[in-house]
Nanobody, 115 residues
Framework: QVQLVESGGGLVQTGGSLRLSCAAS????????MAWYRQAPGKQRELVAH???????IYADTVKGRFTIPRDNAKNTVYLQMNSLKPEDTAVYYC?????????WGQGTQVTVSS
């Protein structure tokens, strides 16, 4: 089993920055990919950023150039650095960690960007 604890959400103005953290504990010896998703009210959950075990990252087109997804393997932690935030980034953000063959979800953290 893997437990995930997210932190770092909050309220920020347009153009501001936030950094989300997701720390994994438990059976973390075989963590593979790590990712961030988000879900806005009335919308489906969508992939924001994904990083594999080799450090290769991919991003949704809507966040490219503004968000990055660094990971610290020694701390079993993945981050989401969010810059130049826009009101349309407002959502609950969830981390997802793949420990083959299962994926685990964090509890979600609210990010609200005011205009």
């Amino acid at each position: 089993q893997v437990q995930l604890v997210e932190s770092g959400g909050g309220l920020v103005q347009t153009g501001g920055s936030l950094r989300l953290s997701c720390a994994a504990s438990g059976s973390t010896f075989s963590i593979n990919a790590m990712a961030w998703y988000r879900q806005a009210p009335g919308k489906q959950r969508e992939l924001v950023a994904h990083i594999n075990s080799g450090g290769i990252a991919i991003y949704a087109d809507t966040v490219k150039g503004r968000f990055t997804i660094p990971r610290d393997n020694a701390k079993n932690t993945v981050y989401l650095q969010m810059n130049s935030l826009k009101p349309e980034d407002t959502a609950v953000y969830y981390c997802n960690v793949e420990v083959i063959p299962k994926g685990y979800w964090g509890q979600g953290t609210q990010v609200t960007v005011s205009s």
